[in-house]
């Protein structure tokens, strides 16, 4: 699969954001004042309960991850609609980054097929707008909160072609799987053409340098084909996570607003 990255279409940073974000990279700058670093740390908590609130009630899903870049009319965009399809008909919530490109592609499959499209989106420098194809959004100001949020309440990852932050996300999943932090969780690259490079990178250089292990590139899985993509998660979360087609019930109780 050859690609070609575009723009990755944007929203201007209003006036709030841009001093939410001088305050994070004072905050990266080394020791601030004691005052500065508890109003940080209670931003903090205040996002990780504000997200583990909306997103409690969520059920199943599958985290796609992809590039905002690559939009409608790009093979990938069409491959990441189908497989969000795909996903929702196995009764799976998909969720993405909430932005545009390929995570738009993910949720707008999801959505078509009568699935529940879920993002956690971010504000960046040129703040990323959430895509309208979502039933529910999260926004952060933290990545770290917002990449524990895409994994915890996923039961696979799907890898479509991207860019640094896609390989954060790939490479910090394997990472959890590989010291046991989460479970066999499966990770499937879709595009052998575009994975292919980095596989063989893998094997020829960090294989036989020793840093990694035969079985620490068994976690990835690279694929074509949208249906295996899926087919490939489907059968880890049914035979090694035991989950079952259920009616999906109401909570009746709401402990901190849960949705």
Known sequence: MTVQQQPAPTTQIPAESRR???EERKFLEGPQGRGF??????????????????????GPAVTVF????????????????????????HSFAVMTGGGPGLMEAANRGAKE????????????????????YLDLVVTFRYFFIRKVMLVKYSYGFIVMPGGFGTLDEVFETATLVQTGKIKQFPIVLVGRDYWQPLIDFLRITLMQS??????????????????EAVQVVREAAIATFGLSYVERRTPRRWWLGER
């Open 113 to 132: 097929a009568g699935g529940l499209s879920v993002g956690c989106n971010i504000m960046l420098p040129m703040e990323q707008a959430a895509n309208p």
């Open 20 to 22: 939410r974000q001088k």
């Open 37 to 58: 670093e508890l109003r940080h740390l209670f931003r903090v908590s205040w996002e990780y309960v504000r997200a583990l609130r909306a997103l409690h009630f969520l």
């Open 210 to 227: 020793g840093t990694v292990d035969v079985k620490d590139l068994d976690l990835l899985h690279v694929t074509d084909s949208a249906e």
């Open 66 to 89: 992809g590039s905002a870049r690559l939009v409608e009319g790009h093979p990938a965009y069409e491959q990441a609609r189908n497989i969000g399809t795909l996903l929702a008909e």
